[in-house]
Each structure stands twice: as C-alpha cells, then as structure tokens.
C-alpha cells in the first residue's frame, strides 16, 4: 500500500476534480451506513 502512495502524481489529481473525491465519500457513506442498518437489523 505504501509503494502506490509513494508512486502517485498529485497532479494527475488535481486535473480529475474534487468531484470524484466527493463521490467516492457518498458511496463509502452509503456503505457504511448499510451496514450499521444491516447490522441493527439482524443483531
């Protein structure tokens, strides 16, 4: 994992847009809060 940190180019970041970091935060929120509702369902 830390040999792809070292290797990233935060250039190419900044060309994608924060966009894409805002949505890869819904869809780990959404994750995340399936499983706390899963979990409170069958537990």
Known sequence: M???GLST??????SMG???FYFGF???FLVG???LVLI???I
């Not at 180019?9 to 900044?14: E, H, L, N, R």
């Open 40 to 42: 409170f369902l069958f």
């Open 33 to 35: 809060l399936l499983s």
């Open 9 to 14: 180019d935060m250039k190419s970041f900044k």
């Open 18 to 20: 924060i966009n894409v």
């Open 26 to 28: 819904v869809i780990s």
């Open 2 to 4: 830390s040999a792809i």
